[in-house]
């Protein structure tokens, strides 16, 4: 029998507490999930620095990639008998949805700001690369691979492939507002995944929904929205977000400058000197990370040992609502005051912005566009879903931003009551807010 | 205010998935929370190498350690009004059970056996030491971190507060079995914990159980039984333990022998000489040990890059079922086969056992004894509960053990078929199933 | 003791599961659950007709209204210390809130439409009249009755007590959408109730929720949007409703032309001609109502036998989208269409239309009134929620509406293909839709 | 296309909390659900009297009777390709299961003993009668309705059909077992049956299961367990049964004596006769009984009046443990003593005693006798389940049994202290306990 349509001798079933069980037949997932770039993903939390807000979501990207695997292999179940679905992609959507976020290193956010990298690259490196999973996936066929890579990608021809992995309300998605609710805790994140599956329809370039499943989506966007505000922005982990990206910017810049570590940073080397090899990217896992922030904290440099020392010991920064662009003169002043004090405000006043699209009908020519979500009405046409959904049209294209700035207020407090820096630094913040 | 009476401004809570809320309003809880050597926790995980397993099980002894808090916090409520109980001692249980597994280390079970450790040791050695635990406890009274070791270590004077944290029915079981099941996915670990809450009473020296809760203890001691054997004593977790046991003891053996490392093994190196300082015990943190591992992956003692890159990449060994004590001249002529076939065996043929007594009405003179869980009945008397449970004592005192064999079943099955001793090994594993 | 602050002796506990456990100390509660007009609530389904849709949603008023005593004993213990919480307003909020409901009859929404009834007069009439609950109030205190009744009936002086129990935000609605969101099995309904009621605060005459638990308002608010739409104004639960109250009009109008019925319609004389006593009111539950159509489905005339039958047996009439403001000559060409066909229009041909407010800010001078739900700010100035929140902004004050048409689309089916009506009313329905 | 192939156009979905939802894709068991008789069990509770100790058990048999079809459903599509499956047999299957309680009337147990009923006799007369339900049937072959009735009656000759809908581990257990758990709220009840069926195999004459399952197979006897003793024979479900049976023997005794009913009790009176047709049989749901009840309350006998007043308003006996074996010398005192007091004893002295065998290994010749549960090992041999379970073996073959003794306190406690008889009621009473 050909390795594509091998199957394993008795299904394989995973414990897992958001979908029950994820279930692998085919011989070439099962094979996949044992190579060593898929088990990496093991090392590698899904909320970065999450944790340190909500101390449940310590799960792993492992966790979520057989997720996003498990939901799809669900949706085909219901495409398997219908007409407009082509069954030779099934293995193609399978593999897609398990390695989609193969590339991703720890903390990505962050190392892809500092290091001026995209974990994109990485996972289509991986798969085409020199690697275990590479090996599994040519045995299925000499294209597979780039295949593959193409269906992450977003290049691939048939785009109702691509929409069950990226489009907004997709696979990657479904999984994680539930995964990220479950480890966490919250309320939110809940919505009717069974229903969405049941009415998800395969259309020609497209997955649409049937119109009588409106509401399970309008929920599904709910949801979304709270997680996007309760969780993936909440103030307290970017807090600890931009400590660890300030640690990045410190320890490059110690090393352009010669500076002698006490442990020479090795795996770090080809990060600052923008050359990482696949090698060398694959090799920095969270462990790797948390290893060094550790040696870090007892380095000569009082900056970066001060960094180092608030990430592992979550000594992080407060914050207040401050938006620079309105606020230049009480940031300019701010920015003299710290220097005055001895804080280096590059490193110890740091305004972080976040912005959220809830959900977009359509945002033609921008760099991360996404189709709209369609709605199959029972004559077979299709209608925009914000243009059906009173609620969804209400919050739709609304972008929301947040920009908060963050100190060291321990140190502040500190300073001696006498001085004056330090009154006028907490009447500026605090009439802020 | 005194410090030990002094409360937060406001309430904080933490969002725990298991208890809902985490709720802290003692500023020494506060503090305690905050100590480097509490953070420590977050780099630990609750279960070692069952997240190979279940990949939910990702979660740290922080996490439990709030929950064992929350949980006698909700006891103490009940108990506040109670005659039999002492107020005095509030703030003591709950630093008790936030700290109780303050020692533990990254994968202890294995770290205790090689370099003949005792967590319990650290958990004291934390709370008495040069710590920030330590001091946060001192601002409480001079006497305040002896007690609270004390109660940790059941040698308190009032045994009624050590049966609120060691107990067979304690506040830590209580949460491990919840968050355990909660992490993992499986749906054993359920059991009606508010109402035992509701029906635990101050009894002299012990907390007792209002009869009418007997079935919910049932539930609670038939989810611990269903745990242990499902979820702790899982195969496939243990063969990840067993390897992990194996690379330590390869490890120390090459320290021992002079052998010289790529990069110098200094965090590990106090623990090869058996002499750890405080210091060491606590850098050695879970990211630690994995950055070690990556690095002897790649060292050139062939055993220990086998092992270690079996344990990263899980490619973990296969087991049968085997006694060896029932099985001698097996055992003997497998330990044989193993070297003609360049295995060596003391690292590749693991026979690993594991045993655990459900209930244990009473178990005088053994070195873990735990008091027997007392009912209260109606007319003040107490009785053991196995005496009054058909279940319980169906299921008490029965010690289940279960043998295992590990080995690389990878490695035999490469072997040419020609070789005879690849025949003989699988008959002898195969016909001892 | 005065009885107001009896306690019982221990605590009684009902198993619930939407709270997991409603809890009663006081006599006076344990004594009002126990009179008989409170358990009458047993045989009031909370949700009428919806079981015929939602198979769960079987579960009684008496299970709703033990629900909101204890959102409010919940509530009040949080409140406890609070210095603009006056305590002595406990029982009197506890007895309102458990008796908020207490005059409901079966199938409320279509009696008393047929019948001009208003189930809140009935409410203060078992309250103030000749009952087992008033006997249970007045030893309380010869006002007490009085005043439960005031709060309920939103008249009492101290509008914070009323607040808890009717507003934008009250026990009553946390309750059911909470609870008929469990019954029905829907995923809508879920909000994070321990969060709200942990920042609900007294101020002045009203509950307010602090600003950093606005979140958890949105999450509610898009409950009950949901649970609006998806359950109560479900189309084959108005359906069910609209053949309800077509039997009541026929029977009614049959008492009035004289017809002779096989058995005498006792329990329901007193309705036809609006003379309703207490007494007569209180004997009328669902199961009488159920009795009765059973014989009705038998009767000689051939509409009510019909009718009867169809609710009996769930031979629901159908429905189509269908606005008689907007297709007036649809409509009328349908009524004489069904006149021809000998199908009487004004049973078999009904406008059913539901219509829904999310969220109000401010509805002055409109009869349901209701108070805007306030965010009380760190500066303790109050804001109204949607000029806080983004979401709730977009759906305030929108109302949205939905007619529907029902017929017996069974009957219209089984006419002659000859019969030039049958292919004319299919017409005008399905262009219609 | 044949009847029994067709599909409906698209697939119908029941909204179900316990199983998310129930699917329905075969017309005739679209039109099944459809028939009165079916939807008749909507108005008969599945657990008789419990909603008077658990709130939420309000649930109906037809809620369950959904759930044991849509198990069978899910057990069908794993069987579907096994070898040992006939696929013939999908539609008597799945006809089998809807059907299996069609029988039931309102509170069975109590109606059964006192005249002498079986519910399994009607539940086959309805599938064989002229009823709806039968003509459904017939469209499918004329022999389809009696096969129908011998798999629920167990006559079938292939008895593999027959274990599915009766067996220690059948749809019907495992649907009531979770659906008990869900509506009551107790946190029993909770085992992995998306594990059971997934080892579930067809094997010969019998499900069995495969040797990995075993510990998803012991939870669920757990379960059992302890639904039994904590839900179905609670101590005040049955006081309720206990009143409600001594009702109907006292209404019969009435009739029989020629008592002047002030409303004739038609319904019943078949029932007196014991002479029920099927008609009768049918129209005698629980809204009749209650509203019979209701009218009974207000009868001149006063026995009648005051048991029916209390059931109708849970005015209920109160219990003492006692065992009239054992304690014969007591018991014939407290008859005397209640006559004395002008209590009859045979309608208020009542003991009760519920016994259950939580699991079997075999009851040769007993009248129940269910097979034992097999596991199926990796050598294809079957184990009986207790012989491979430590817990299984504990409580297997060990009946259990509790006895207990039913009296109006109420009225005992309102006789004059004066009275020796109250004094020496109470003794005997509490001396038992």
């Known amino acids: 029998m050909a390795y594509k349509d091998e199957k394993l001798h008795e299904e394989k079933v995973f414990k897992d507490p958001v979908h029950r069980y994820v279930h692998v037949r085919d011989r070439v997932i099962w094979d996949l999930i044992g190579t060593k770039e898929f088990q990496r993903l093991r090392r590698i939390k899904q909320l970065g620095t999450s944790n340190l807000t909500f101390h449940g979501a310590e799960h792993s990207r492992f966790n979520h990639s057989l997720g996003v695997y498990e939901i799809v292999r669900r949706i085909l179940i219901n495409f398997a008998d219908r007409s ?8 193609l959507c399978l593999c897609a949805a398990l390695l989609h976020d193969l590339g991703h290193g720890p903390f990505s956010h962050s190392f892809e700001k500092v290091f001026k990298l995209d974990h994109e690259d990485y996972t289509k490196a991986i798969i085409l690369g020199d690697t275990e999973v590479n090996q599994v996936l040519l045995r299925v066929g000499p294209e597979f691979p780039q295949k593959v890579a193409d269906v992450i990608n977003k290049t691939y021809k048939d785009k109702l492939v691509v929409s069950l992995i990226s489009s907004q309300i997709d696979a990657d998605r479904m999984d994680y507002l539930q995964r990220d609710a479950y480890f966490t805790g919250v309320s939110y994140g809940h919505f009717d995944m069974e229903r969405i599956l049941r009415v998800m329809r395969p259309y020609e370039d497209q997955v ?3 119109e009588s499943g409106m509401h399970a989506v309008e929920d599904y966007i709910m949801s979304r929205y709270q997680m996007y505000w309760q969780v993936y922005f909440h103030p307290v982990t970017r807090s600890a ?160 931003t947040d920009h908060k700035l963050y100190y060291p207020r321990d140190v502040i407090l500190q300073l001696s009551d006498d001085r004056p820096e330090k009154k006028r630094i907490f009447e500026i913040l605090y009439q802020s807010e």
């Not at 407009?84 to 293995?91: F, V």
């Open 84 to 91: 407009n679905w082509n069954k030779e992609e099934r293995l």
């Open 208 to 210: 649409v929904i049937k």
């Open 241 to 400: 977000e931009v400590i660890l990206t300030k640690i990045l910017h410190r320890v490059k810049a110690l090393y352009e400058d010669g500076y002698t570590f006490k442990m020479e940073p090795t795996h770090f080397i080809s990060f600052f000197e923008e050359k990482v090899s696949l090698d060398d990217y694959i090799r920095l896992d969270e462990a790797v990370v948390y290893y060094y922030f550790q040696m870090w904290a007892e380095e000569d440099d009082l900056l970066l040992r001060d960094l180092a020392y608030r990430f592992i010991n979550r000594k992080l920064f407060k914050y207040v609502e401050f938006n620079p662009n309105l606020q230049m003169k009480e940031w300019m002043e701010l920015y003299q005051l710290f220097n005055k004090i001895g804080l280096d405000p590059d490193y110890y006043l740091v305004v972080d912005s976040s912005s959220d699209l809830p959900y977009d009908f359509y945002r033609p020519g921008e760099e991360e566009e996404r189709l709209p979500i369609h709605l199959l009405l029972p004559n077979r046409e299709l209608r925009e879903l914000s243009r059906q959904s009173d609620i969804v049209e209400a919050i739709s294209g609304k972008k929301r």
